[in-house]
T-cell receptor, first 110, second 112 residues
């Protein structure tokens, strides 16, 4: 099984940079997903890392270190619309079910 | 438009009643999933299906049942055995088990 840990809440200012961390302990691991979820809505896919290193996609970047069981999501040039919950999910080895963390609620203020 | 649809958006259940949540996708995805989300909790897997006529229990399958008679459809029944059904239910699908999962808009189930 998997155990996923991420901070419950974070706050940041419009235009700033914020890093949301995620650690995982697993009996099998096959990649790490980040999803964004606005209140009352479905999660939307942001990124997927299976190899160590940084993946950049516009204002969002995601990093993975398999040896440390650690990932982060980096959001640059924050906008008010980035206020949402960010879900970290580890893909289990074998069949690819996902184990989700509890999510990090990010509040962006003016 | 391709996508995943869930209906209804809100559903009310009376005590002792079974209710069925609909999930349909026209993405030609093989794999489909049902999750439950409670406040302050992550998504928890209820059931998943890799192919038609086959499905597996997730972490919290007790009190739920599913069927997968068609590739496009994966309905979830919340039975009276589920004593705490109030939650946000999310359906997802992926091209194959190894691919990214995409989510439907969700159904919020409330108990009267």
């Amino acid at each position: 099984g998997q155990n996923i840990d991420q901070p419950t809440e974070m706050t940041a200012t419009e235009g700033a940079i914020v890093q949301i961390n995620c650690t995982y302990q697993t009996s099998g691991f096959n990649g790490l997903f980040w999803y964004q979820q606005h209140a009352g809505e479905a999660p939307t896919f942001l990124s997927y890392n299976v190899l160590d290193g940084l993946e950049e996609k516009g204002r969002f970047s995601s990093f993975l270190s398999r040896s440390k069981g650690y990932s982060y999501l980096l959001l640059k040039e924050l906008q008010m619309k980035d206020s949402a919950s960010y879900l970290c999910a580890a893909r289990n080895s074998g069949y690819s079910t996902l184990t989700f963390g509890k999510g990090t609620m990010l509040l962006v203020s003016p | 438009d391709g996508g995943i649809t869930q209906s209804p958006k809100y559903l009310f259940r009376k005590e002792g009643q079974n209710v069925t949540l609909s999930c349909e996708q026209n993405l030609n995805h093989d794999a489909m999933y049902w999750y439950r989300q409670d406040p302050g909790q992550g998504l928890r897997l209820i059931y998943y299906s890799q192919i038609v006529n086959d499905f597996q229990k997730g972490d919290i399958a007790e009190g739920y049942s599913v069927s997968r008679e068609k590739k496009e459809s994966f309905p979830l029944t919340v039975t009276s055995a589920q004593k705490n059904p109030t939650a946000f239910y999310l359906c997802a699908s992926s091209l194959a088990g190894s691919e990214t999962q995409y989510f439907g808009p969700g159904t919020r189930l409330l108990v009267l």
